[in-house]
């Protein structure tokens, strides 16, 4: 080669026959330091698909559609214009007692199930999903498959399998919209579509190929200097979970398999020294990336999207060194979004086999382990050098990124990593026991070659664990400059593995959290150094902004996670003039930070806010009469009327109340007029708190927004289907009475709430893309969610969280967007509380409204 070359890719999906294989033993290596680039045309959006679309779908007379697919067909997957289906799933329609080899139940409907091999047994225990098939029922005896259920419920470390969680996979179960059944021995697929979607002209895939794309050389001759840039990789599957090795996992998607995996692998001499089993901690078996690629220098990934695949996204295996995965997204993957190196390469002969110099940056990953939910944002292995820094990760149900392996005294050749300047937030959203980075294992010989954890913003953990977590064996960690907050959470800590293995030589100085004291439950590390941290509140108050705006995704990739823009509806009040007055009309005196300008000057930092009575009231001049809709009335977190009213006026001497709120929180709380009216002047007067000590401390008002009225509802979440969904998107069951509907009819006196867990969501269609500004929730006081937050979506597979709330106490919570977005689905979800004994029950939506232009 004597100049770089380019294969570009013009617009439109491509379907492959199999995987898309580079080699260098077939000329696909660059030379002479050259690049070869395989890469979008201009403004296209090229898609490598492994997936092979079902047509000829038909309808039963219950509602479910089913299609023939050809023989051999098997898939754990199945989308519909892009929206992931769910297996047909449920509860265990019989109480189990455990056996040797399986169960008995209390009655015999399972021996009455059809195809009861396929029907598979999903076990959440702790960090881990483990999933063992059926192999026979009679009567009342089930037995499992081998060696999935003895691998599942003796492992010596770990957590072990009980009785399931959820039964998966059967027809019996398929009644909820949104699920699939594929039954193989009759080549036939059947699915129950959600509301809206329309069989006769869907766009229905499921993959065929696990390997979509891959690159492999030799040691000799590795695979040199190829680059692939904005392409999406998507429809790839994964079924060795269907075999009888199953999904016994033991953490981060890490599995046991073969007979008697549980005794040997991976035990290595902490059980037995006369019976070691197999040497080093961690030698299971990975699941593998539908992506994939060993023995390589120079690879670059630069702008992809990896979605809709079935097994991990992307993996980076032996000797992939120098290699650049910068701006990617990695969303609605079954499994990790990135692997970097794997668990067995511990302490190898020959160090070359380690990725080296390796960098992920700039990353969006989010929404992975969709299927597999112990599984993380990154996982990294045993690597050397590697870089992993200004990622955003959100929405992850076990940890945000991992890193090393090997519990316990092995040792390895890992050294010079870097966690630097990422964001995790919302993670831990259903598995427990893990962190936003969590470790594990020995790091280098020494702090000056062990892992640099420094610049991370990590917040908004789900479930128990640590926001920085050294686990069991960790050594030569230093933990530096990172924010921790609000994750519910200790800051930092882990547990030590007995009094034999090494655990310590931490540094953990400067950083910023809530908890200064780490959480040591199993023993204090040796040779930790701890202090000249700072204290910062659950909010992250006292974080400082450099930290904050240095986390996550860089200046030049931050499109990349942001959502589509939306337009402002017009504020008819902004930069009006205003007057301040205690309820007699006298003119009220001001807090002396406050300025009567900053109710309508646009900026929702500052605000206005009498002096010497608790009760007041704000007028706003328009300047003309207006034809209204809506009003908001925006108030800081520290200052806020419990309750108020809004009064309208064309004179301002002829007052008329429009609007009266109760139990309101802070934030832009919408008033709604039940028919449009005409004013020039609006009022808003506190009515609580009226004196000390109740919630709300004294009404201040940070900004008025003042709408025009629109044909129909300004709330366009009106009347919008609605779905309620647990928080692993299956169809949440309901409480007695209440239905999802509920939560978007117009009376706040009725409500929707999921029955049987605390978080769940209720997610709306508002059936076309609208701009949107303000979201208001409305919960009865006696049930709602301390924490929630918001997300939005143009398909319904590819959410943005676009607000959080963390100190809701029930009433009225209006949520102004940073930026109007613009959206389809909107949905709220429950994070706080989630068990028993916490201040707000479980989370019921009276009423969810959406504010925005129209």
């Known amino acids: 080669m004597t100049t770089d070359i380019s294969v570009v890719l013009a617009d439109g999906t491509y379907r492959l026959d199999g995987p898309l294989t580079f080699d260098p033993a077939a000329g696909d290596s660059a030379t002479g330091g050259h690049t070869v680039s395989y890469q979008a045309a201009p403004g296209a959006h090229p898609v490598l698909s492994g997936g092979q679309q079902v047509t000829g779908w038909s309808q039963a007379s219950n509602g479910v559609w089913s299609a023939t697919v050809p023989a051999g067909t098997d898939t754990r997957q199945l989308y519909v214009d892009g929206v992931r289906a769910n297996r047909a799933s449920g509860s265990a329609p019989a109480s189990f007692t455990r056996t040797a080899t399986g169960y008995t139940t209390s ?66 179960l398929l009644n909820n919209p949104g699920e699939f059944y594929l039954d193989t021995s009759a080549h036939t697929v059947y699915y129950l579509p959600r509301e809206g979607q329309q069989m006769s002209t869907a766009d229905v895939e499921i993959p065929r190929l696990q390997n979509v794309v891959t690159g492999h050389g030799t040691v000799s001759n590795p695979l040199r200097g190829l680059a692939i840039r904005g392409i999406t990789v998507a429809y790839g599957g994964w079924t060795s979970p269907n075999t009888t090795d199953g999904f016994s996992e033991v953490q981060a998607n890490m599995r046991l398999t073969g007979a008697n995996a549980w005794q040997t692998q991976g035990t290595c001499d902490r059980f037995s020294s006369t019976n070691p089993g197999t040497c080093p901690y961690g030698n ?129 050749r890992t050294s010079g990593n870097k966690i630097t300047n990422n964001l995790v937030f919302d993670y831990m959203q259903q598995r427990s026991d893990g962190g936003g980075v969590y470790v594990l294992g020995q790091e280098g010989t020494s702090l000056a070659g062990g892992l640099v954890i420094s610049g991370n913003v990590i917040r908004g953990a789900g479930g128990g664990g640590h926001a920085i977590y050294t686990d069991g064996g960790s050594q030569y960690v230093t933990m530096t ?32 959290v809530e908890n200064l004291t780490p959480d040591w439950p199993c023993g204090n590390p040796s040779n930790a150094t701890v202090g000249s941290n700072t204290q910062v509140s659950s909010s992250g108050v006292g974080v400082p902004a450099s930290v904050l705006a240095n986390a996550g995704l860089g200046t030049a990739y931050a499109g990349i996670a942001a959502p589509p823009a939306g337009v402002a509806p017009t504020n008819l009040a902004a ?41 007041w009231q704000l007028v706003v001049d328009l300047q003309q009469a207006q034809t209204l809709g809506y009003v908001t009335v925006g108030m800081p977190q520290a200052h806020f009327a419990t309750d108020f009213h809004v009064d309208a006026s064309t004179d301002a001497t002829t007052w008329t109340t429009v609007g009266t709120v109760h139990n309101s929180g802070w934030g832009s709380v919408p008033v709604e007029f039940t028919t449009p009216l005409t004013a ?21 008002i940070s900004e008025i927004g ?55 969501s209720l997610q709306l269609d508002l059936q076309q893309p609208q701009s949107i ?52 689905y909107v949905r709220v979800i429950a994070d706080r509380p989630n068990d028993s004994g916490q201040t707000g029950g479980q989370m019921a939506i009276s009423e969810l409204a959406v504010y925005g232009a129209k």
């Open 107 to 172: 009655n015999t409907t399972l021996a009455g199930w059809q195809n009861i091999s396929n029907v598979e047994f999903v076990y959440n225990v702790g960090w881990t999903q483990m999933r063992c098939g059926v192999a026979s029922v009679s009567g009342t005896t089930v037995t499992m498959q081998q060696p999935c259920f003895d691998n599942s419920t003796k492992k010596q470390y770990g957590v072990n399998a009980d009785l399931p969680s959820s039964i998966e996979n059967a027809k019996e």
């Open 284 to 412: 299971w078996t990975m699941t593998p990336g539908n992506v994939t690629f060993d023995h390589t220098d120079g690879l670059t990934l630069d702008g992809n999207t990896f979605q809709h695949l079935g097994a991990a996204g992307l993996q980076l295996g032996q000797s992939v060194d120098n290699s650049s995965v910068t701006g990617n997204v990695f969303t609605d993957i079954s499994g990790n979004g990135v692997e970097i190196g794997n668990g067995t390469d511990a302490n190898p002969a020959d160090v070359t086999v380690l990725p080296t110099g390796n960098t992920v940056a700039d990353n969006w990953i989010h929404n992975v382990a969709v299927e597999y939910t112990g599984g993380v944002g990154i996982f990294q292995g045993y690597t050397v050098n590697d870089t992993i820094t200004h990622n955003q990760i959100n929405n992850v149900p076990y940890s945000g990124i991992s890193s090393n392996w090997g519990w316990g005294r092995t040792a390895t």
């Open 481 to 512: 400059g990172n924010a921790a907050y609000g994750n519910n959470t200790p800051s930092m800590g882990g547990c030590k593995e007995g009094t034999t293995t090494p655990y310590g030589d931490f540094s953990f100085t400067g950083n910023y």
């Open 575 to 615: 930069h009006k003039p205003v007057v301040a007055q205690f309820l007699d009309g006298s003119t009220a005196q001001l807090q002396p930070e406050s300025q009567l300008t900053y109710a309508t000057d646009g900026d929702p930092a500052t605000y206005v806010q009498a002096s010497g009575q608790f009760r």
């Open 680 to 700: 020039r002047y609006l009022r808003v007067v506190a009515d609580k708190p009226d004196n000390w000590g109740q919630r709300g401390d004294q009404m201040a």
């Open 706 to 760: 003042a709408y025009a009225a629109t044909q129909g509802s300004n709330n366009i979440a009106l009347k919008a289907p609605a779905q309620a969904l647990f928080i692993d998107g299956t169809q949440a069951d309901m409480q007695p009475n209440s239905t999802p509907a509920l939560g978007v009819d117009g009376d706040p006196s009725t409500f929707a709430q999921a029955s049987g867990r605390y978080r769940w």
């Open 773 to 824: 500004d303000v979201v208001s929730v409305l919960t009865p006081v006696a049930t709602y969610a301390t924490a929630f937050h918001v997300d939005v979506s143009l398909d319904g597979s590819t959410f943005w969280t676009v607000a959080h709330r963390t100190d809701s106490a029930g009433g009225t919570t209006g949520v102004q967007l940073d930026a109007p977005v613009t959206a389809r």
